[in-house]
């Protein structure tokens, strides 16, 4: 056989390879123990803040609740590669038991450092130190996507990673749901065990974080007994195990019975190269796109809160929590099956690339959405609600959630792309350094743009026209009386994010140009189709299986 056919890519077969849906199960698994222990202080996170004594106005709360959210981003960004690293040295799975180890740990740390009362200084430094340490030790993030990679094949990848932005839009609705709901136990439920215990009056966020704990630690049990090694060490005693030429079939007269040394492309070498080796130009485009659109997806989800909850008169809403939260829990619930049912359709149809494009694309009609739904509610006035062109101001909200629904097509798409861009041997470490991009963006990103939101709202408001906010489409809205009047003006926080968040989803399209569609030859060798590579050598060898 020559080489040269040996690297080509497989013909795409006629018929879709049933995805393993036990061990995909163990891995969704793990991967939503992530979320939701990194979303479930968000609810109490601002209440906490205040009960430690550090600051004198609530609205001081988001440059201390900031750093807290940050700091878990920030050290994963960090430590994140090294883990993909380690799992392409030793396997996938100790690595991912060892992630969920280290959650669960360090959100019990969290749940003790976080006592109210005295020493609110070292107390905090405690929250900060065990949020640090959750994300340091947490390297399923990466793992788990090389994992994936390695479980499913050309026909199937879509469909598999269509449920990743499921797991994590699940997570994320999960935890604060624990957190909102289980914070305070001994003033909430005073007739159950935790009424009567003087623990939960002391330490009154343990509970929540106590319960995100032991997710992770029922998570970490199911994937020691259930979950199956996917990386196939190279044996030293037999190197060629994964040599592409030796696995295509039996030997035929012209097969030397002397290999000569593993070619640069193969598992057996690519296991040993640096990581200077597998940073090519594909990668570079992929981990920069990841790496805007996680900056970008991160802004949505900090700013939500804010634009939902704040004052009318401070560029938001004026929602009560129990509104949001129904907002939130139903356009989480609609997400799951559109992008279940969807995206293997779309990508089928239009491939990873323009489906990417067609997510960035979203991001564009989403801050115009938010300006146009603000500016509604605001020329009708603080009590909105109660006038009659409140519909409008609804009707904008949904089509903003639709427009992030549409967004999300962009994870399972860059998924792709990442589990694309490096030979199998070097997947862990292809997707550790993806996620150590996307991690310093998530780290950057919600302290920055709550406190350009908080510091904006306290130093420049100053009345304004609209055009600064919705350009040509201002003259709608200032021919309302109240516009008129000048009785109400515009904050320009709401200007200055709406403009940053544009800004950078006009880098996320561009950035969506540059990304390189498809599988190179030399990656060929791995993934999906090694699985049918090993069964044909075990059944023209004299016994031994590679299984």
Request: charged letters at 10%; aromatic letters at 10%; hydrophobic letters at 50%.
């Amino acid at each position: 056989m020559a080489a040269s056919s040996s690297l080509s890519p497989p013909p795409s077969p006629s018929y879709a390879t049933p995805l393993p849906w036990g061990q995909l199960s163990v891995l969704f698994l793990a991967q939503l123990a992530e979320p939701i222990t990194s979303t479930v202080i968000y609810p109490f996170i601002a209440q906490l803040v205040l009960e430690l004594g550090l600051v004198s106005s609530p609205a001081q709360t988001g440059y201390y609740a900031g750093v807290v959210e940050s700091i878990f981003f920030a050290t994963e960004a960090v430590c994140v590669l090294h883990w993909g690293r380690l799992s392409d040295a030793v396997g996938r799975r100790p690595v991912l038991m060892g992630g969920l180890s280290g959650l669960a740990a360090s959100m019990l740390a969290f749940g003790l450092a976080a006592k109210p009362g005295t020493d609110g200084v070292r107390r905090f430094i405690g929250v900060v130190l065990a949020r640090a340490l959750a994300g340091a030790l947490n390297g399923n993030v990466g793992v788990s996507k090389s994992a994936m990679a390695e479980l499913t094949d050309e026909t199937n990848m879509a469909r598999a990673f269509a449920f990743m932005p499921i797991v994590w839009s699940l997570g994320s609705s999960i935890g604060p749901f624990i957190g909102g709901g289980l914070a305070h136990p001994y003033e909430r439920f005073p007739g159950t065990v935790f009424g009567r215990l003087a623990f939960f009056r002391d330490w009154p966020y343990f509970l929540p974080c106590a319960t995100a704990a032991a997710f992770s630690v029922l998570v970490c049990i199911a994937t020691a007994v259930w979950f199956r090694e996917t990386a196939a060490p190279v044996d030293d005693e037999h190197p060629y195990a994964d040599d592409p030429e030796l696995l295509a079939g039996p030997g035929t007269e012209e097969t030397p019975l002397l290999r000569p040394p593993p070619s640069p492309t193969s598992p057996a070498h690519s296991r040993a190269r640096s990581l200077r080796d597998i940073v090519t130009p594909r990668l570079k485009a992929t981990v920069t796109a990841y790496a805007l659109l996680a900056l970008t997806d991160i802004g949505y989800l900090a700013l939500q809160p804010l634009f939902m909850s704040s004052p009318v008169s401070a560029g938001g809403l004026g929602l009560e929590p129990s509104v949001i939260g129904w907002w939130m829990g139903s356009a989480g619930a609609i997400n799951l099956p559109v992008q279940a049912l969807l995206f293997p359709r779309l990508h089928a149809r239009l491939g990873e690339k323009r489906v990417f494009l067609l997510g960035a694309c979203a991001f564009c009609l989403l801050w115009p959405l938010w300006a146009a739904t603000w500016a509604s509610a605001a020329a009708l006035g603080p009590a909105w609600r109660a006038q009659p062109g409140a519909g409008t101001v609804w009707a904008l909200l949904a089509a903003s959630f639709v427009a992030y629904m549409g967004t999300q097509f962009c994870f399972a798409a860059i998924f792709i792309f990442v589990s694309h861009a490096a030979p199998r041997a070097q997947l862990g470490a292809a997707n550790g350094l993806a996620q150590t991009a996307t991690s310093a963006m998530r780290a950057v990103g919600p302290a920055a743009l709550t406190s350009l939101w908080a510091w904006s709202a306290g130093h420049l408001q100053a009345p304004t026209t609209l055009y600064s906010a919705l350009g040509s489409s201002a003259p709608a809205f200032v021919s309302t009386p109240r516009w008129r009047a000048g009785e109400v003006g515009i904050p320009l926080s709401a200007c200055t994010v709406y403009a940053v968040l544009g800004a950078l989803s006009v880098a996320l399209v561009w950035s969506s140009t540059k990304l390189i569609e498809g599988r190179p030859e030399s990656v060929y060798s791995g993934y999906g189709s090694q699985r049918q590579s090993r069964v044909t050598l075990a059944s023209t060898s004299s016994g031994d299986c590679l299984e």
